[in-house]
């Protein structure tokens, strides 16, 4: 039997990353992880590879789009799946094997296979038992199914199976207008279907600020994305590898078929925590099946955290990395902290579109005495030069004390452009401290500091 001082299941960004952040404070660590290769959803099936796509699909999109405007001429290139696939599995590869070798040079052991927790300071892997003086639970999420819906991989698809289809479907339904379905959804249109979103609600992407939201369905309609909003998906029936998913209109009740080659169920995700043995320990859990934490990650047993996906908060990849480092700085006897009012949402459409903080909604909810500031990319040199300039900047601050409060872009790089408000936020800036900030002419984050200016006396380019 081994024994450590902390045995971390799961090595998606939250595992991994405390495990790494655990051993660089001193404690021995063991990472269990019953995949082939480690990374978890994130590297494996998630964001990573839905990158790789992204990024491919959209220099096709260029291709067919923009090249011969700026001279570049010839035939658009045709796509080779095959090929792109094999890509894909590179990147995929590239990056798992970066974290075995970040285990080994920080001396992790990776104990392979599925782990449950018999008692508190016992991990089970196989038949062995090994020993730890504190155990973090990074297990993840799992595709949360629909009633009706029976996902084959194959026809009727979650976001994994979306990543490698025989081949690009002539006619893609997607079930679910929030990030994966609009992304995954935007790499198929590009590749050449046809691809129709069904959505519950009235607005896509629910959460995001509201003008944004409706700037981003227009920009994806004029990319060719068709929508049915309002609608909830009932079933969906395959015959002969075609699919036909019904649905239901809220507003009358009407009942719609729509037909396709193969169907994504994007309508979330749920936490992954089978096989754990959690109920026998008597681990205390939310009503929609997180581990239940306090403010340190500790559940209601001695002994056992709790990070990312399985508790509470966003699902994102980066939420449980700060957790994880955070955890191991208090199992390391520091004292470990995450801001959850500076977290960052990206989605990775083009164009990209990141947030955080506040949304317009919110403020007014909350009775908050706000301004706005918005900038366009129309006025932004190069994004103009780029055939990047759909899309704008739009921060919120306090009307009192010019604090910014949230920040919303929906514009070229987007999700990079966001972290300079992020530290802003962090550092409890005001809008004008973005505003008197130079920033290097011609860039993208010119658009972010013409909203600061924006908030104060004024952009200048608008
Ligand atoms: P989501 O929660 O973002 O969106 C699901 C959508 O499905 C909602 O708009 C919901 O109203 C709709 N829906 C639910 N039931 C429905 C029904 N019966 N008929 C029609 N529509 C229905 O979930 P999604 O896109 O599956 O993503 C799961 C998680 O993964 C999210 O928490 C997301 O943040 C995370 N993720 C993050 C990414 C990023 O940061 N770029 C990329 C991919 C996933």
Redesign the pocket.
């Known amino acids: 039997m081994s024994s450590y001082d902390v045995i971390i299941i799961g090595s998606g960004p939250g595992g991994y990353v405390c495990a790494i952040r655990c051993a660089q404070l001193g404690l021995k660590v063991a990472c269990v992880e019953g995949r082939e290769t480690l990374g978890g959803t994130c590297l494996n099936v998630?964001?990573i590879p839905?990158k790789a796509l992204l990024h491919a699909s959209h220099q096709l999109h260029e291709a067919e789009h923009n090249f011969a405007k700026m001279g570049l001429k010839g035939k658009a290139p045709s796509v080779d799946w095959k090929q792109m696939l094999s890509y894909k599995d590179d990147v995929i590869s590239g990056n798992t094997s970066g974290i075995e070798f970040l285990f080994k040079k920080n001396k992790i052991d990776w104990i392979k296979g599925w782990a449950s927790i018999p008692e508190a300071g016992k991990v089970k892997v196989g038949d062995e038992v090994h020993e730890a003086k504190n155990i973090v639970i990074a297990s993840g999420?799992e595709?949360a199914t629909?009633p009706g819906v029976e996902i084959d991989e194959k026809t009727i698809v979650s976001?994994t199976g979306a990543l490698e289809l025989g081949k690009v479907p002539n006619k893609l339904v997607v079930?679910?207008?929030?990030?994966?379905?609009l992304?995954l959804g935007s790499v198929y249109k590009r590749l050449g279907a046809e691809v129709k979103v069904?959505?519950?609600?009235d607005t896509?992407?629910?959460g995001m600020d509201a003008e944004v939201s409706k700037s981003f369905q227009k920009l994806l309609k004029k990319q060719g994305l068709e929508f049915q909003l309002g609608?909830?998906?009932q079933g969906v029936d395959v015959k002969n590898n075609k699919a036909k998913v019904t649905?239901k209109l809220r507003k009358d009740d009407s009942e719609h078929t729509e037909d396709a080659d193969v169907v994504l169920v994007?309508?979330?995700?749920k936490p992954y925590t089978d096989g754990l043995g959690l109920e026998a320990l008597g681990i205390a859990m939310e009503k929609r099946g997180q581990i239940k934490t306090d403010a340190h990650w500790a559940t209601s047993v001695k002994g056992i955290y709790a990070i990312g996906d399985a508790i509470t908060g966003?699902?994102?990849?980066h939420k449980a990395e700060d957790e994880g480092m955070a955890v191991a700085e208090v199992l390391a006897g520091q004292k470990g902290h995450v801001n959850y009012n500076v977290i960052p949402?990206?989605?990775?459409t083009h164009p990209e579109v990141a947030s955080v903080g506040a949304t317009e909604e919110q403020l007014k909810e909350a009775g908050r005495n706000y301004k706005v500031g918005k900038f366009s990319f129309m006025g932004n040199g190069r994004a103009k030069a780029n055939f990047a300039a759909d899309g704008f900047v739009k921060i919120l601050a306090d009307k009192d004390t010019d604090r910014i409060l949230g920040a919303h872009i929906i514009g070229p790089m987007a999700g990079d452009l966001i972290h300079e408000i992020c530290v802003a936020m962090e550092f409890g800036a005001a809008a004008e401290d973005l505003a008197r900030t130079c920033h290097a002419h011609p860039t993208y984050s010119e658009a972010v500091r013409e909203a600061a200016l924006a908030c104060g006396d004024g952009a200048i380019h608008s």
């Open positions: 998630g964001c839905s999420s595709v629909l976001s079930i679910g207008a929030g990030v994966i379905g992304e069904i959505e519950f609600l896509i992407t629910p609608a909830a998906v649905y994007a309508t979330g995700r966003p699902m994102l990849a949402g990206v989605i990775y």
